[in-house]
T-cell receptor, first 114, second 111 residues
Framework: NAGVTQTPKFRVLKTGQSMTLLCAQD?????MYWYRQDPGMGLRLIHY???????AKGEVPDGYNVSRLKKQNFLLGLESAAPSQTSVYFC?????????????FGPGTRLTVL | LAKITQPISMDSYEGQEVNITCSHN???????ITWYQQFPSQGPRFIIQ???TKVTNEVASLFIPADRKSSTLSLPRVSLSDTAVYYC????????????FGTGTQLKVEL
């Protein structure tokens, strides 16, 4: 049982390049989340999904797109990377959206945009 | 969304009790309070959750006063391995995009 995994672990992009971050969970969770973590700002929600085929915007969605074609996978895309998107990205999943349900986090992806 | 503030950092010594307070002045009636712990190069992991009064589990206690405008995570007898960033999370029972993390508190435990 791997829990939540993220690929890649590290990535360096040039401004304007695109990339996709992959999140996978093997806990059969309905809900999945993408956060970004920046110094002094904690974790901010980018997008989330309440189930296969559905996605919704979080607090800071601009510049990102997501897809949830399979229940176990949640993809985060950057179509045209900008230096402001340099951050550590975390994926999380939970059984439901209830605040009483624990969110399980992946190990993170450190992205640098030059 | 709830506005959440935490101290940036705290220092302690092994064996001491550490109390980390989270301020959430505009917490809503149906909001829950959850605390997560994060070690370097890892994702956050759940520590404890509560709605009101006091909750205790095997690793921590959570104190929530009657007005619920703040909450305090209490770590008894900390050790070096408790050095981490601690996040307060506030949000309604059906969270979704209304769950808000605090900015985190870096706890450093020394010998």
């Amino acid at each position: 049982n791997a829990g939540v995994t993220q690929t890649p672990k590290f990535r360096v992009l040039k401004t304007g390049q695109s990339m996709t971050l992959l999140c996978a969970q093997d806990m059969n969770h309905e809900y999945m989340y993408w956060y970004r973590q920046d110094p002094g700002m904690g974790l901010r929600l980018i997008h989330y999904s309440v189930g296969e085929g559905t996605t919704a915007k979080g607090e800071v969605p601009d510049g990102y797109n997501v897809s949830r074609l399979k229940k176990q996978n949640f993809l985060l895309g950057l179509e045209s990377a900008a230096p402001s998107q340099t951050s550590v990205y975390f994926c999380a999943s939970s059984y439901s959206a209830l605040a009483t349900d624990t969110q399980y986090f992946g190990p993170g992806t450190r992205l640098t945009v030059l | 969304l709830a506005k959440i503030t935490q101290p940036i950092s705290m220092d302690s010594y092994e064996g001491q009790e550490v109390n980390i307070t989270c301020s959430h002045n505009n917490i809503a009636t149906n909001d829950y309070i959850t605390w997560y712990q994060q070690f370097p190069s890892q994702g956050p992991r759940f520590i404890i959750q509560g709605y009101k009064t006091k909750v205790t589990n095997e690793v921590a206690s959570l104190f929530i006063p009657a007005d619920r405008k703040s909450s305090t995570l209490s770590l008894p007898r900390v050790s070096l391995s408790d050095t981490a960033v601690y996040y307060c999370l506030v949000g309604p029972r059906r969270g979704g995009n209304k769950l808000t993390f605090g900015t985190g508190t870096q706890l450093k435990v020394e010998l």
